[in-house]
């Protein structure tokens, strides 16, 4: 069996969210055993924020049409749905949206938040003629792959909150090819060519680091031989008498429930599991390259939660 390292693996960016992640050698069959299943969970298990719900200044629903706007409250909920931002907290986040201007009404009039960082400014959401105005909230939460609004309809308590299928994967496309390579007299070896295209809030090879993880873990499920996990009162004894340092364990960061930005920050900076993070120390990761103190705070936040502290 060929044996791989970091040689093996190259990236080829093709547009600014479009890259193409290449592994090569394979045995023969890998390409495919490998290229399904992260196909999959890129394309239904990433997490992600999109736009759940909309209310908008006089319309009591989704067929309601305003004077002097151009588009029904449908037609631009279609529009909405095509928004893609960059979230920073786990909370809900509203966000206001004021034009009376004749024109189109774009994205970039939303007004600024801190919590959440809109990718596609551009976007129309509307168009307005003479006398025309529009005000309306747009509710960004986080959540994963989709979300039909019919599921979200029996849960909404806010008057006049209009609910919106949601697609909170960052993934836009993914295509993989397995072709032939060979290394010396070996011919009928794989080589795997993904294609990822992202929304522009995460990078492809972000997300297929994370679909790799997520897919390792569960295949150590099956792992007889690793071992298992502790409980939360054994971990406790251990941890208050020393016990246990020498064994290994791997939780992933994940676990903790920070948002992407700063789970990606962490990554970047080599620290992928609960226990690789709380060996550093909070002046560390406030000096790690892309953390701010936003992240810092979120961190801290996290662990508190958990009962866990830095070293």
């Keep these: 069996m060929i044996a791989l390292d970091l040689s093996q693996v190259s990236v080829e960016t093709k547009a600014p969210h479009l890259e193409v992640i290449t592994l090569s050698p394979l045995p023969p069959g890998y390409g495919m055993t490998i290229g399904n299943p992260m196909r999959r969970i890129l394309l239904s298990s ?6 759940t719900g909309v209310k908008v200044a006089g319309a009591s629903h989704e067929f309601s049409v305003l004077p002097g706007v151009v588009e029904s409250v449908i037609d631009m909920i279609l529009n909405l749905k ?3 931002v960059r979230k ?30 809109i990718i596609n400014p551009d976007l129309v959401i509307a168009t307005l003629g003479k006398k025309g ?37 960052p993934v836009k496309k993914v295509r993989y090819e397995v072709t032939n390579t060979r290394v010396g007299q070996m011919t009928n070896l794989d ?12 990078s492809p090879r972000d997300v297929l680091s994370y679909s790799a993880r997520l897919l390792s873990e569960y295949a150590m499920l099956l792992d007889f031989s690793a071992p298992k996990k502790k409980t939360e009162e054994k971990a406790e004894e251990e941890s208050s008498t020393g016990a246990g ?11 903790l429930k920070l948002s992407s930005r700063t789970v990606n920050a962490l ?10 993070l709380l060996k550093h120390k909070e002046k560390q990761l406030a000096e790690f390259k892309g953390f701010g103190k936003k992240a810092l705070n979120e961190v801290i936040d996290a662990l508190n939660k958990n009962n866990l502290k830095f070293s």
Excluded: C, H, W
């Design 88 to 117: 920073y907290n786990q909370e809900p986040v509203l966000l206001k949206l004021k034009a009376s201007k004749e024109g189109p009404v774009t994205a970039a009039q939303i007004e600024a938040s801190s919590e959440v960082e």
């Design 267 to 276: 990554i970047n900076n080599g620290i992928g599991s609960v226990e690789e």
């Design 245 to 255: 340092d020498d064994e290994q364990s791997y939780t992933p960061i994940e676990t």
């Design 191 to 202: 080589k795997l060519d993904i294609e990822i295209e992202t929304d522009g809030s995460v």
């Design 46 to 51: 990433l997490p992600g924020a999109a736009v």
């Design 133 to 169: 105005k529009l005000e309306m909230e747009i509710r960004i939460e986080n959540g994963t792959g989709y979300l039909p609004a019919s599921l979200r309809e029996q849960k909404e308590t806010e008057k006049g909150m209009i609910a919106v299928d949601a697609i909170f994967s």
């Design 82 to 84: 095509q928004l893609r």
